[in-house]
Structure formats: C-alpha cells, structure tokens
C-alpha cells in the first residue's frame, strides 16, 4: 500500500505532486487545502482521498465554481492500516508558530504515525521507536519553502518506509 502524504496546498496544488499522488493507492492532505478543487485534483489509484481542517480552512470546503458545498472536515482523522494507526491534523493547535512533537505524541499515544502540516517545513521525526511524526511541507507556491514537496509511505506488512519529495520552485 503507498500512500501519498500533501499539506498546505492553500488553493493551488504543483503538477509534480498530482504525478506522485497519481501513483499512490490513496491521499492524505493535512490542512489549508484552500479550496475543493484541489481534493477533487488529486486521483490516487484507489481514488479515496482523506483531508481534514487547517487554520486557514473553514470546516467545510465549497466548490467555487458553483457554490456547492463540498465536504465536512474534520480537525483530526484517524485511519487504520495494516500496522497501526495513522493520526492525522494539521498541528496548529500544538502551538501555533512550532507545532510540538511532544504534544501531538500525548494527544494520540496510540497512533504509529502522526502527520500534520501547517509549518510549511518537511519533517520525519523517527526519535521514538513505534510512532514516528511527519510534516510533508507545502504542495502548493505559499511558502513552500524551496519548492513544493510531499511524502510517500509504503507499507508492506508491518514495515513502514518513507519516500521524501522535493521539487524545485517554479519562477
């Protein structure tokens, strides 16, 4: 099973992230999305996508195109994979400006992997055996730091591996 892993997308989403997310089974977005066209963007190849709240998201995201309301979001998801239990939110509420790993880990001690965004910055945080915290960076052009990036995880049973993505910034 590979999932790709987006966050702060913030309305737009690189082309080079819909490719990675393309050959994944499903996505998650971590917060900002911005806007429902890029949920509806993204086309994993099992076609499930899973997106919860970021500060800059309303709890629900519309279509502007016709002003539908799209979807509910949630502030945290939970998802079970063979192997654990991945957690995901966008990290803000662990305090603001520098999420911390520390809180996110008493939040949801039972989770295997706890991912989240809104720093903008990559991260893989394996400092604890058996619940590892990852941060896939922006996939969109907002401070995307460099360029836009995301994250893959393979599971294979109960091996869990990670694959970083980072694409140069188009000028």
Known sequence: MKIGILSDTHEELDEQIVQVIEDCDIAIHAGDIGDSSVLRTLKPKAEHVIAVAGNNDKPYLWDFKDWN????????????????????EHG????MHMPSHQDMRSAHPDSRLIIYGHTHIQVIDEDRPGQHIINPGAAGFTRNK?????????????????????????I
């Not at 803000?92 to 305090?95: C, G, L, N, T, V």
């Not at 460099?146 to 188009?170: E, H, M, Q, R």
């Open 146 to 170: 460099g360029g836009p990036s995301c994250i893959v995880l393979t599971i294979d049973n109960d091996c869990w591996d990670y694959a970083v993505f980072k694409f140069a910034d188009k």
């Open 69 to 88: 309301l799209v979807k509910n979001l949630p502030h945290v998801m939970e998802l079970v994979v063979p192997g654990g239990t991945i957690t995901v």
């Open 92 to 95: 803000h509420e662990h305090d």
